[in-house]
């Protein structure tokens, strides 16, 4: 891309306001292990998981959008990784089911939030970990699997939004989530381009061919700022709030004509959680 052509995507950036959820990390502890990041063994500091998250509370207030909160649940310490609570698009809200008991309430939890918030909900019947493997970019939705959520989970998707279902299959361990490994940064909601931006190790050779075909201009974003979830990131379509350790994104982003923003969540990465996994889009 030339210098030209960056000013003048510069130029037609647009935010657009965002409401998400978010689940303030009052229980926030390590106690278990599912997931590679999560290590037991090793002491948290639930005060300053709370602090961090208090910044990132805080950019997004900044940054205009309607930020709702669901009352964190005693017992619960991944409930701070709200994009797991569901998927919601059109009012209506496709509830989680959680491969592992340890977040297994948590699903319940988040369909009654739903419920008594004027969201149409669906309660799930296969496995699926909601915003952390459903990706919405224009009008399609980029669904993983290989990890969590099954990938009959994408069918039950097709079934309520009648939209385009695209699965993409997932091989490293450590990139568990889809929202570990891609990041959506510009969905085409407003008139704009579809942008992402991926780890291409982190999927399976059909999927990152699709990948390849279908956003040849994705950023590739490198293993350093990936092993930071620097990936794990949330886009207003101009202003990308990111993992503030994640460099080089930072530089591919703002040559694109983004506006990144980072923000240090490194005691949530103790759990395998970064700044989308802290943030579901309530769409109506």
């Not at 990390?25 to 390590?30: D, K, N, W």
């Not at 909160?69 to 509830?95: K, Q, R, S």
């Not at 930072?250 to 983004?258: D, H, K, P, S």
Request: hydrophobic share 40%; charged share 25%; with cysteine.
């Amino acid at each position: 891309m030339t210098i030209t052509e960056t000013a003048a995507t510069a130029s037609t950036r647009v935010p657009t306001r965002r409401t998400v959820l978010m689940c303030r990390p009052e229980h926030f502890t390590v106690s278990y292990r599912i997931n590679p990041w999560m290590h037991p063994e090793d002491p948290t500091d639930t005060s300053l998981a709370v602090r961090q998250w208090e910044l990132l509370h805080r950019a997004y207030l900044d940054l205009g959008f309607d930020v709702r909160l669901i009352d964190p649940a005693e017992g619960l310490p991944d409930m701070v990784y709200a994009a797991n609570g569901g998927f919601v698009l059109d009012g209506i809200a496709y509830g989680a089911r959680f491969q592992y008991p340890e977040r297994g309430p948590e699903g319940p939890a988040y369909l009654d939030w739903f419920a008594a918030n004027g969201f149409e909900v669906r309660e799930p019947v296969s496995v699926n970990e909601g915003e952390g493997d459903f990706l919405l970019v224009g009008d399609r939705i980029l669904a993983g699997t290989g990890f969590r959520s099954d990938a009959a989970s994408h069918d039950e998707l097709r079934a309520i939004y009648r939209r385009e279902v695209v699965t993409l299959r997932l091989v490293d361990p450590s990139f568990y989530h889809l929202d570990t490994a891609l990041a959506v940064l510009d969905p085409g909601l407003s008139g704009g381009d579809e942008n992402i931006a991926y780890l291409p190790k982190a999927f399976a050779p059909e999927s990152l061919a699709w990948l390849q075909r279908t956003y040849p201009d994705a950023i590739l974003v490198n293993d350093d700022d990936a092993a930071v979830l620097g990936l794990n990131s949330f886009s207003d379509g101009y202003n990308v709030v990111i993992a503030s350790r994640a460099t080089d994104f930072e530089r591919q982003l703002r040559a694109r004509g983004y506006n990144p923003i980072g923000v240090d969540l490194s005691e949530l990465l103790l759990g395998g959680g970064g700044v989308k996994c802290c943030t579901l889009e309530l769409r109506s």
